[in-house]
């Protein structure tokens, strides 16, 4: 299976979250692992790309702004983005943006 | 220095190209970094974040639509999309988004 998300047709939404952590990582990967579940459960979820070295890049994948706007006002999230705030991010970024065109590719096999 | 980039205040546009890698990786560390090189030289370029796993994601950030235009348009670009899709890249996906928030978060030290 690939891991790279497969989206309808633009229109839709994407929400860019790129972070750097703490040394404080105690928790955090059931957490993530949790969130990543509980996204995919959300109304209007599309799907979500994600790779850490230096930096942690997490792509996720929305049908609109309000699914968007929902997801971020989950009880189980808020928690998570509280914790998120107080122990292992050293700082983060978070962009909504609205996906306009795209193009894939695949090699022939 | 962080490593997440440091973005004016929206609208902008983002482009998030997500890959997975053949095993054919000759070259590739050299033509990526040249390609960061390039990118940087470029107009409205304004930054970018990059992580590798099991996927690549590379989202970078440019003042207008036409910048990116410009940009995919680039001679050395060019060549190095050719050998991506030829060697590299077993599959991908390129997304032009507009940033229409964001929001950023540093740790008290």
Known sequence: MSLIATTPKPPYYCVVFTSEMTVENDGYVTMAQRMVELAEQQQGFLGMESAR?????????????????????????????????KKWYSSFALRIAKVERDYSFKAPS
Chains 1, 2 share one sequence.
């Open 53 to 85: 070295e230096q930096v942690g890049l997490t792509v996720s994948y929305w049908q609109s702004l309000e699914a968007i706007k929902v997801w971020k006002q989950n009880a189980e999230h808020l928690e998570a983005q509280k914790l998120g705030k």
